[in-house]
DNA sequence: ATCAAGTCTGAAACTTGTTCTAGATTACCT
DNA sequence: AGGTAATCTAGAACAAGTTTCAGACTTGAT
């Protein structure tokens, strides 16, 4: 009789691999926590995603909104852990065409930032979380910044990369969140992030001395 | 009798020349209220800039404060435009000594860096702030980086820059404020800043073909 | 089946950014 | 000097993030 046995522990996913497990009710909980939260945000950004309105919309109190996320800040850096992966997924289905490794790079990134620009608002809202987070939040920003990591890593297909390929990885991203803060907030053009992104690319050709 | 004959108004500082000129004792409100943000900023960082705070430091009403700055980001803003043109005048002083323009721009920066250091929290809330705004304080934001521009410039020793030049500012410009938000929140070390900062340098290596 | 520990709920309270209001004060014009 | 518009003040009120708490419900173990 496999019912319900034993409250059948989920491991949580790739993101959170050290928590104590949750059980099916409590991952579902967080699956619909973080639902409601990337939905708020789709439609208002940051502002909109207020955390009484979540509590409401994920069917939870606000104190157990509280105990999964404990700040705003957290459950929106959560968000985008949880949209990273997507996205980390659909990138490796179709990997870049180009013959160096600076235009793979700078074709993923643009191939991430146009999906961002189908929501917009999202996107305000996560990144804008990403960095206003401070201390308390680094170890969940970490990750974020590891799973970018390693996407460019991908994209510029690499086994084992040497410290200064890594530094350069290190400034795209420096680059890339940065770029993405000048659109949101209607300081740079789409045009000039994809400047922006080419121009940094550049720094990998110096790391393939060609020879 | 020259003594109040004519409310002597005063003409606001560089980074403000189209808002209607401020009376001494409005421009005096306004010294008091950026020298109190700065002194609270330094002492416990974003959240120790509180606007009632603020006010009673500032000896004006809370309502006053809002009309000079109509938000915390906005003062924040402010409070950095304000540190970055001291910042300017010292750095004028001394010019880097590098050969190479990357040389001398990392130089710059890490010694901006170092003035930063000194001041922590204070840089916390001000990079908090410029990073956290949205579309409403633009112009201030883009003012901001305008002067940051002309300190790259500045070390560069550029008259008139090429396009790609500019680019090439551009990146460095996002990869000195993300590094910054990685320092401040703790993800990323003292050396390691030095790291990205040089690494990102040598884009102005290839922005001068040497020959 | 039952208990102890841990979790969830609903509601109120607290904090800090922001807005509003009525009445004083100040600046500018004639 | 006198009048008027703009500005400033004190304080209340509002909004949204966060905390707290008593009581109900689940979980895991016996």
């Known amino acids: 009789m496999d019912k319900v046995a034993k409250p059948a522990r989920v491991e949580a996913g790739i993101a959170r691999p050290d928590a104590p497990p949750l059980t099916e009710r409590q991952e579902a909980r967080r699956r619909r926590i973080l639902h409601a939260s990337a939905q708020l945000a789709s439609r208002g950004g940051f502002d909109a995603v207020q955390m009484r309105e979540v509590a409401e919309s994920s069917q939870v109190a606000l104190g157990t909104l509280y105990r999964y996320f404990p700040s705003k800040i957290h ?13 980390h997924g659909t990138l490796r289905k179709k990997p870049p065409q180009g013959e160096a490794a600076a ?4 074709e993923t990134l643009m191939r991430a930032f146009r999906a961002l620009q189908r929501e917009p ?6 990144v804008r979380a990403l960095t206003f987070a401070d201390r308390s939040v680094s170890p969940e920003v970490d990750q974020v910044s590891h799973q970018t990591t390693l996407i460019i ?26 770029a993405l803060i000048t659109w949101l907030s209607g300081r740079a053009s789409i045009a000039q992030v994809k400047i922006d992104i080419e121009t940094v690319c550049r720094l990998i050709d110096l790391t393939e001395p060609r020879s």
Chains 1, 2 share one sequence.
Request: charged residues 20%; without cysteine; aromatic residues 2%.
């Open 75 to 87: 459950l929106l850096v959560a968000t985008m852990q949880d949209q990273l992966e997507h996205m």
């Open 121 to 126: 608002h999202l996107a305000d809202a996560m």
């Open 153 to 178: 890593l991908d994209a510029m297909g690499l086994e084992d990369p040497t410290p200064e390929q890594l530094s350069a990885v290190r400034v795209i991203e420096h680059t890339w969140h940065s």
């Open 103 to 106: 235009e793979r790079v700078a």
